[in-house]
């Protein structure tokens, strides 16, 4: 096939991106959610706003309606979320629902023909038209006909080392109008490959997410769609690609969830030629790559975090990273909404090891009250004007094709651990600099580029799909932006079939038609190049040498900072520490590796909200290494002259009256409450369900602390003073 028409069958014809988009909502969007696949259990009430019920398959003796009334019926707005790549679809595999043989064939495997599985018959699946019409037809229109409204159809998986079914070789053919090809026979084949399972993904969420909007409408139902998701990052370090950024496109996704949590920001890397888990570094940079994918288009966001996870640890590490990637998300203060944990069943009611030890229990008590008081507090904190502290507006480029080049290796080409973006993110952040994340797939929004001065970008690890993407690029730098290009641009897919090389187009490499695009030399060697009122800065390195080589990042970071010197007349803050205020709560961060080994120190009245007793300090020091979450008792809000500050149960049915105060605290059972009262005196009374109760009063705070055991039910308080 000649390769003028070849390209026509390459390009994806995604939808543009509408600015307008609104919806009138059915519901109040939830600020606190979790999901779980069990029905209510006085174990695992969270009080979270909203429970997303998960999956609709019956239980023995309980149906899938009657899961979601037991959460209804305890006051949750309930919602509904599934896999849309895997999950409990036996009828479908089986052909019960058709009465088709063979769809276990749609599984996704790998060279050697296995099936690549969730569990037993789990399989990943390739998105066929059928599959697409099962999940309409079975699972949205009965999720619809229960009265739900807020659909999550998570993790759009498509493995890279898949690729190899009978399934995948027919869309293939379908999609490329030519035979299939091994992706392991070369970078080309291995390029058309990932960008097919992308599209697959793509087009079976908008299909099913359209059918889900016009079903609801035809019974009265406003339906809200979302995706919880991986980050770019994350499902590129592991080698999987999903639609990601691209999905904002469609009016049909309402929003994401962000799903970070330890086991994605675990994954080691390399910094300073070290290879070693930088667990908050890595959360700090997959929560900004997923906020920026979402900003422009003002979708909602929702941060997850989970209190253990999916690899069997013990529970002083599940708590040290809980809490290293719950800092992370609370340092983007635009974002409100959370999902507070997966799968409480597990967290509450699983048995996990002790350190040191051969034994397994559950959950501490000092844990599950520490993780509730932080989970509590995500019902309070809300957008802040505050940014976080550091130099602002250097930015990375990144583009939904870093997944396209990860698996399986081929001569030429070698990005150990991704290393080519940590290379451009790490010097940055490790020395204190907030780094941002910029989606190349949103830069024809002019929002994308608000407040930005400086933007790194490389294409040795990903390419443009799109040849317009340069004229967004060009023309902000035109304006008086600065670009930082590193790269060799060698790689072998470098010379894939794409638009560069096609219809017209003979450039070696993507960034020979970007560097034109400014007037620059098409080959342009390292150097810096004015265009209009801004300049590109080219180093001919490829990224991943500035972390993969100690002490190679110098020269990348001298270009950044004079980039960013000779843009604002400013000089680019270089520190060990990261820290961000909201309202009364402190978030802080200070990072080993750094420019220094001080501790960051605080000095004032806070309650320590990491800490299970929510101690009041004076003077809080953090190590590197280390965070902190702090409540400022002076910033304490509003003008009531008594109210519960923090706590590890959720507060209702508050009154406030000359002399005294009381509420209702609810919690699941098992658990242990404790909780700071700001009041105007100490009390002369405290009871407790009608029981008087010992008081623990602490003066400089003027807050009286309480403990109790949780129930779910409710514990009525009453304090008189």
């Known amino acids: 096939m000649n390769s003028k028409h070849l390209l026509l069958t390459l390009g994806l014809s995604f939808l543009g991106y509408e600015i307008g988009f609104t919806q009138k909502t059915a519901e109040k969007i939830a600020k606190t959610s979790f999901q779980t696949a069990?029905?209510?259990?006085?174990?695992?009430?969270?009080?979270?706003?909203?429970?997303?019920?998960?999956?609709?398959?019956?239980?023995?003796?309980?149906?899938?309606?009657?899961?979601?009334?037991?959460?209804?019926?305890?006051?949750?707005q309930v919602q509904f979320m599934t896999g849309v790549a895997w999950g409990n679809y036996e009828d479908y595999f089986l052909g019960k629902w058709d009465g088709i043989d063979g769809h276990l064939k749609e599984g996704q495997r790998d060279r050697n023909g296995n099936e690549i599985a969730h569990g037993y018959m789990i399989p990943y699946i390739v998105p066929t038209e059928s599959f697409i019409r099962y999940m309409q037809e079975t699972q949205i229109k009965r999720v619809i006909d229960a009265g739900i409204t807020s659909i999550y159809l998570e993790e759009p998986e498509f493995w890279?080392?898949?690729?190899?079914?009978?399934?995948?070789?027919?869309?293939?053919?379908?999609?490329?109008?030519?035979?299939?090809?091994?992706?392991?026979?070369?970078?080309?084949?291995?390029?058309l490959s990932n960008k097919l399972k992308y599209y697959l993904y793509y087009n079976a969420l908008d299909k099913i997410f359209t059918y889900a909007k016009e079903y609801g409408k035809s019974k009265g139902l406003e339906i809200k769609c979302y995706v919880p998701t991986h980050s770019l990052i994350n499902y590129t370090s592991w080698q999987i690609v999903s639609p990601e950024a691209s999905l904002a496109s469609l009016d049909c996704v309402d929003g994401y969830i962000a799903q970070v949590w330890t086991g994605t920001s675990r994954e080691p890397n390399y910094y300073n030629g070290v290879k070693k888990e930088r667990v908050f570094e890595n959360a700090f940079l997959e929560y900004g790559c997923m906020k920026s994918m979402t900003e422009p288009l003002n979708r909602t966001t929702?941060?997850?975090?989970?209190?253990?996870?999916?690899?069997?640890?013990?529970?002083?590490?599940?708590?040290?990273?809980?809490?290293?990637?719950?800092?992370?998300?609370?340092?983007?203060?635009?974002?409100?909404?959370?999902?507070?944990?997966?799968?409480?069943?597990r967290i509450y009611q699983g048995l996990y090891q002790v350190a040191g030890t051969d034994r397994k229990e559950r959950i501490p008590r000092s844990y599950s009250t520490q993780m509730q008081v932080m989970i509590n507090s995500l019902n309070d904190i809300r957008v802040s004007e505050k940014k976080i502290s550091g130099t602002h507006g250097i930015g990375v480029l990144m583009a939904n094709s870093m997944m396209f080049q990860r698996f399986p290796n081929h001569a030429g080409y070698?990005?150990?651990?991704?290393?080519?973006?940590?290379?451009?993110?790490?010097?940055?952040?490790?020395?204190?600099?907030?780094?941002?994340?910029?989606?190349?797939?949103?830069?024809?929004?002019?929002?994308?580029?608000?407040?930005?001065?400086?933007?790194?970008?490389?294409?040795?690890?990903?390419?443009?799909?799109?040849?317009?993407?340069?004229?967004?690029?060009?023309?902000?730098v035109k304006k008086g932006g600065m670009l930082v290009y590193c790269g060799e641009d060698i790689d072998p897919y470098q010379s894939v079939l794409e638009w560069w090389n096609t219809e017209g187009?003979?450039?070696?490499?993507?960034?020979?038609?970007?560097?034109?695009?400014?007037?620059?030399?098409?080959?342009?060697e390292a150097g810096t190049y004015r265009y209009g009122k801004g300049e590109v800065i080219v180093i001919r390195e490829d990224p991943k040498h500035f972390v993969l080589k100690a002490g190679n990042d110098n020269a990348y970071l001298k270009a950044v900072a004079s980039a960013y010197s000779e843009k604002t007349g400013k000089e680019v803050e270089l520190k060990n520490s990261l820290m961000v205020e909201r309202g009364p709560y402190v978030i802080a961060a200070v990072m080993d590796e750094s420019v220094s080994d001080e501790p960051l120190s605080f000095q004032g009245v806070y309650i320590d909200l990491f800490d299970e007793n929510l101690n009041v300090v004076a003077d809080k020091r953090i190590k590197p290494g280390e965070q902190c979450y702090l409540y400022d008792v002076k910033k304490a809000p509003g003008k009531a002259k008594a109210k519960v500050l923090c706590g590890a149960s959720r507060v209702y049915d508050e009154k406030v009256e000359k002399r005294t105060y009381?509420?209702?605290?609810?919690?699941?059972?098992?658990?242990?409450?404790?909780?700071?009262?700001?009041?105007?005196?100490?009390?002369?009374?405290?009871?407790?369900?009608?029981?008087?109760?010992?008081?623990?009063?602490?003066?400089?705070?003027?807050?009286?602390?309480?403990?109790?055991?949780?129930?779910?039910?409710?514990?009525?308080v009453c304090i008189g003073w």
């Open 160 to 191: 890279m080392r898949g690729g190899y079914s009978e399934a995948f070789k027919e869309e293939w053919q379908k999609y490329y109008n030519f035979p299939w090809r091994p992706q392991h026979e070369s970078p080309e084949n291995t390029y």
């Open 505 to 524: 187009n003979n450039y070696k490499a993507p960034s020979e038609h970007l560097f034109e695009r400014m007037g620059m030399p098409l080959d342009a």
């Open 302 to 345: 929702y941060f997850l975090t989970d209190p253990i996870e999916d690899r069997a640890r013990d529970w002083q590490d599940y708590k040290r990273n809980y809490q290293a990637t719950f800092v992370a998300q609370l340092m983007y203060p635009d974002v409100e909404t959370y999902e507070v944990m997966p799968w409480p069943d």
């Open 414 to 476: 070698d990005d150990p651990q991704f290393s080519s973006f940590y290379g451009q993110t790490l010097p940055l952040l490790k020395r204190g600099v907030p780094v941002e994340l910029v989606h190349m797939e949103n830069t024809p929004f002019k929002e994308t580029f608000d407040g930005l001065k400086v933007l790194v970008m490389s294409y040795s690890n990903m390419k443009p799909m799109k040849p317009e993407y340069h004229d967004y690029l060009a023309d902000w």
């Open 38 to 76: 069990e029905p209510w259990k006085p174990e695992t009430d969270v009080r979270a706003d909203a429970t997303m019920v998960y999956g609709t398959v019956d239980k023995p003796g309980m149906s899938f309606e009657q899961r979601v009334e037991s959460w209804r019926n305890k006051g949750y």
């Open 662 to 716: 009381s509420f209702v605290a609810k919690s699941p059972i098992n658990t242990t409450n404790v909780s700071r009262v700001l009041l105007p005196s100490q009390p002369k009374s405290v009871t407790i369900d009608g029981k008087e109760t010992a008081q623990e009063w602490d003066e400089r705070s003027k807050t009286l602390l309480l403990r109790f055991e949780n129930n779910p039910e409710g514990v009525k």
